[in-house]
């Protein structure tokens, strides 16, 4: 991966900003009055608040397998060529589970309880995976927790949407983006030191922490069911 980004960033280096286009007074807001900006709107939106900390909480603890499953598969005695197998498995899945998810919201009974299962399913595979070193188990409850917890962002997105006016909407998904952010950067060095304690362990407490999230911060279902108009987004988390 380090090579693509490299590249990437090298390309980055030769764009040059379209001119002449923005008004005569225009200035670009700076990064803390974008944050600012949308963190007041979600102290004045209720159920916007709710809906980003379902999203985000939640979201912490299901990309915390991209960081479990490679120990888990070492632990479990997998081949290491077959880690790379796993990993696009893992998006394929939720390829797999996005570009079918009206069958799969009609099947559960609507889209909030396809949410609440997305916030349940990565913990209780943490605590599943505690206690096994089996690799097909391993494998299968890896790819599980991938498919149902990754998959969950473009559920929220038109909930979100619906929250906030055109106007501002750039700003207030900024401002979620910061949180989610921040919430990383303090959550995941305390699961790492877990790691280096006992990987068991590690699953066992994100695993209790995890399910304890999905209550606590759990948005009203009313607010996560789609718009009559609104066409499902299907893009994998990676």
């Not at 990064?31 to 939106?45: C, D, K, P």
């Not at 009206?102 to 916030?119: C, I, Q, S």
């Amino acid at each position: 991966q380090a090579v693509p980004a490299a590249l990437a960033g090298l390309a980055a280096l030769g764009l040059i900003e379209p001119t002449g286009n923005a008004p005569a007074d225009f200035k670009r807001a700076g990064y803390f009055r974008v944050l600012t900006s949308g963190l007041r709107f979600f102290r004045a939106s209720r159920q916007l608040r709710r809906l980003a900390l379902d999203m985000v909480a939640n979201g912490a603890f299901a990309w915390m397998v991209l960081w479990l499953y490679q120990p888990q598969l070492q632990r479990a005695a997998v081949p290491l060529t077959l880690f790379g197998v796993v990993h696009a498995g893992m998006s394929l899945c939720q390829m797999a589970l996005l570009a079918r998810i009206e069958k799969a919201e009609r099947l559960l009974g609507g889209r909030r309880r396809l949410v609440r299962l997305g916030a349940l399913a990565p913990p209780l595979c943490f605590l599943a995976l505690s206690l096994t070193a089996n690799p097909a188990a391993s494998i299968a409850l890896v790819l599980l927790a991938a498919t149902l917890g990754l998959s969950r962002p473009p559920l929220f997105s038109g909930a979100l949407n619906q929250q906030i006016p055109s106007s501002e909407r750039a700003t207030v998904l900024s401002a979620v983006s910061a949180v989610r952010t921040l919430g990383i950067a303090v959550f995941y060095p305390m699961a790492g030191a877990l790691m280096d304690r006992s990987l068991p362990l590690a699953f066992t407490v994100l695993g209790a922490l995890g399910l304890a999230t999905a209550v606590l911060a759990a948005a009203p279902g009313a607010h996560l069911e789609p718009a009559p108009a609104e066409t499902p987004a299907s893009e994998p988390q990676r």
